[in-house]
Every structure is written in structure tokens, then in C-alpha cells.
């Protein structure tokens, strides 16, 4: 039922995020909020505080990002995102079946440090969709990451992100990817 629900309202922001969203911008480009979708693909590793292997790991994520279009960032140098995604690891997690399909939902900074990269710490919700043990829990978990958007066109985009996350369960999983936005 949780997955239902998270695959419904993920796909509704979906639809939303093809609306022109001129209402929200302001006349001086200060306040410009945009929902993008992104498609992001990368590696990472998912240690544990527990066990001292650490296993290289595909990693696949789709999700929309509610934050500042990159004209509003000539006029300040924080802002808040929200964000809300579903990922596929070529791992399992602890203990689901054959590979991880975790979902999250987040919210955090973004802090410009130098001329579009962007620092973002975060905190959010993660559960599993997998039929694992996993799968019947949510927990909170925080993350820091860097992020840097390279305007390809007026529409799409090229994004780079590396950062971490940490579970309170003692998984710390750093990852590096890239992919596109709209």
C-alpha cells in the first residue's frame, strides 16, 4: 500500500511538473522555482558500521527536484530543495531479494559556493520497495552532496552529482552520478 501511494503521487508531480510554471516566478528572477525531473546513473558503495566490506554498486535514480532556476542564482547564494525519487542498486540491502529499489522523499539546502556548483545538505524519509525485511520500514535519513547543472539547451540539461547519505542503521553510502534534467 506505501508503494502505491508513493508511485501515486510521485507520478502526479510528474505530470505537474510538464505546467509552465511562470507563476511562480517574480518579476527580478529572485524567487524563479522550478520542478524538474532528473535521470540520474552512477557507482557507489554502501558500507556498514557493522560488517567492513563495502561492494561496488550501480546505481540508477529517477526523481523531481522542487528548487531555484539557475537565473535566480545571480541574486543570492541560498535556497531550499525538496525533493522525492526512486532509486535501483545493482545490491541488495540488507537482506531483499535480488537488488534494491529504495524510495525517498528529502528536503535541504542548496548553498552556491562557486559559480553553480552547489552544496546541498539534506533530510529526508527512505524506505524499500523490495520484499525484504527492509521493506516494511521508513527511516529518516540525512545527506550531503554536490551538485553541478550544465545547461545544454534552454530545456535540457546535463547534471553531476556526488555526495553521501546516512542511515541512522550505521549504512553510509557515497555515490557519484550523472544524468539529465528538464
Not at 93 to 116: C, H, M, T
Amino acid at each position: 500500500m506505501k508503494a502505491l501511494v508513493f508511485l501515486t503521487i510521485f507520478f502526479s508531480s510528474l505530470c505537474f511538473s510538464q505546467v509552465d510554471s511562470s507563476y511562480l516566478e517574480s518579476s527580478n528572477d529572485i524567487y524563479n522555482i522550478i520542478l524538474k525531473p532528473r535521470i540520474l546513473l552512477g557507482t557507489g558503495f554502501s558500507t556498514s558500521s557493522e560488517k567492513s566490506e563495502s561492494s561496488l554498486l550501480g546505481v540508477g535514480n529517477f526523481n523531481l527536484r522542487l528548487c531555484s532556476d539557475q537565473k535566480s542564482w545571480k541574486n543570492k547564494n541560498l535556497d531550499l530543495l525538496f525533493e522525492a525519487g526512486i532509486c535501483y542498486l545493482t545490491q541488495p540491502l540488507v537482506d531483499s531479494q535480488p537488488n534494491a529499489i529504495p524510495y525517498y522523499f528529502r528536503f535541504g539546502l542548496e548553498v552556491n559556493l562557486y559559480k553553480k556548483i552547489l552544496l546541498c545538505p539534506t533530510l529526508g524519509f527512505v524506505g524499500a520497495l523490495n520484499q525484504g525485511s527492509e521493506s516494511d520500514e521508513i527511516a529518516l535519513a540525512g545527506g550531503l552532496s554536490l551538485n553541478y547543472t550544465y545547461q545544454l539547451t534552454k530545456h535540457i540539461n546535463i547534471e553531476f552529482e556526488s555526495g553521501t547519505n546516512f542511515l541512522p542503521t550505521g549504512i553510509i553510502t557515497p555515490y557519484l552520478v550523472i544524468g539529465f534534467s528538464i
